[in-house]
């Protein structure tokens, strides 16, 4: 269950509210394919990581001073304090992002379609309503996701759903 905003007055509001009240929204009232959404989710948790993982920096030389996977420098001597942008260690992963621009590619609710004999590798079986999408989603398996229009589309994708003649089992 998820608390989302609705657009329009608030008597529209309201009464759109009401008529969806009890109900289950489909994906397929919602989005058609060819659409382009935004997804926002949590991404997958890695624990506490050092700089090296968590940055990108580069392992320092064995001749340097003591340490090989820390950051070279924690900074200048004014301001005298570590700034938060010196990467140091710490959390990585399991934080609310946005992937901007995901193409619907196709919208069904008939399973059979794309499901394997045995399921998806670390997810299962496909039973309900389902769209694919170009691209990758960030999170882990069976993370709640929330798709929204797209704030800022781009130009570049058509209006119209690709025809799939294809998918491999």
């Known amino acids: 269950m998820i608390e989302l905003g609705i657009s329009?007055?608030?008597?529209?509001?309201?009464?759109?509210?009401m008529s969806k009240l009890g109900t289950?929204?489909?994906?397929?009232?919602?989005f058609t394919g060819g659409e382009l959404v935004d997804s926002h989710a949590i991404t997958t948790g890695k624990g506490t990581q050092g700089a090296v993982k968590r940055f990108?920096?580069?392992?320092?030389?064995?001749?340097?001073?003591?340490?090989?996977?820390?950051?070279?420098n924690v900074g200048a001597w004014t301001p005298s304090r570590v700034l938060t942008t010196?990467?140091?260690?710490?959390?990585?992963?399991?934080?609310?992002?946005?992937?901007?621009?995901?193409?619907?590619?196709?919208?069904s609710d008939k399973a059979a379609d794309i499901?394997?004999?045995?399921?998806?590798?670390?997810?299962?079986?496909?039973?309900?309503?389902?769209?694919?999408?170009k691209g990758s989603i960030q999170g882990p398996k069976k993370r709640l996701i929330t798709f929204?229009?797209?704030?800022?589309?781009?130009?570049?994708?058509?209006?119209?759903a690709p025809e799939i003649t294809y998918i491999n089992k």
């Open 56 to 72: 990108g920096v580069k392992l320092t030389s064995h001749k340097s001073e003591k340490s090989r996977r820390h950051a070279g």
């Open 86 to 107: 010196i990467p140091m260690a710490g959390q990585h992963g399991f934080h609310k992002r946005t992937e901007w621009n995901k193409w619907i590619i196709k919208v």
């Open 115 to 133: 499901n394997t004999d045995a399921g998806f590798r670390g997810y299962g079986l496909v039973k309900g309503e389902y769209f694919l999408i």
């Open 8 to 17: 329009g007055s608030i008597q529209e509001g309201i009464e759109f509210v």
């Open 24 to 30: 289950e929204v489909k994906m397929s009232e919602v």
């Open 148 to 160: 929204v229009r797209a704030t800022r589309p781009n130009k570049r994708y058509p209006k119209v």
